[in-house]
């Protein structure tokens, strides 16, 4: 988890810390995002610690980023994008970090 949160603080100083737990099994952050559009984003991450004991791979990570607030388009209720800042903050956190995606072997799951 301090890898990972200094990655973000990185890619993303602003951000601030809104809640965490932890348990024998798990790890749990958010951290809010300040958004030039929105008023901020939710970055997510769950880190699960136990893994069994069959599997000799690391912990697995999973996180997300999403608008604390969705502001829609009158009279068509489209909702405005963020242009992608959600995922390229990400992208940007997993490539400090050097992981890939899983499940995902491919050499375009690394270009994208």
């Known amino acids: 988890m301090a890898e990972l949160e200094a990655a973000l603080r990185e890619v993303a100083p602003e951000a601030r810390l809104v809640d965490s737990s932890s348990s024998p099994a798990a790890e749990y952050r958010r951290w809010a995002v300040a958004d ?15 893994r069994p004991p069959y599997e000799s791979e690391p912990p697995l990570v999973t ?4 608008a ?16 992608g800042a959600q995922r390229k903050r990400l992208k940007l956190v997993r490539q400090q970090l050097g992981w890939r995606l899983l499940g995902c072997d491919l050499l375009e799951c690394f270009e994208e």
Do not use: N
Not at 63 to 66: I, Y
Not at 68 to 83: C, G, L, N, R, S
């Open 36 to 50: 030039p559009l929105f008023d901020h984003d939710d970055i997510e991450v769950l880190i699960g610690l136990q």
């Open 63 to 66: 996180f997300r980023s999403m």
């Open 68 to 83: 604390a607030q969705v502001k829609y388009i009158w009279p068509i209720q489209q909702a405005v994008t963020d242009f």
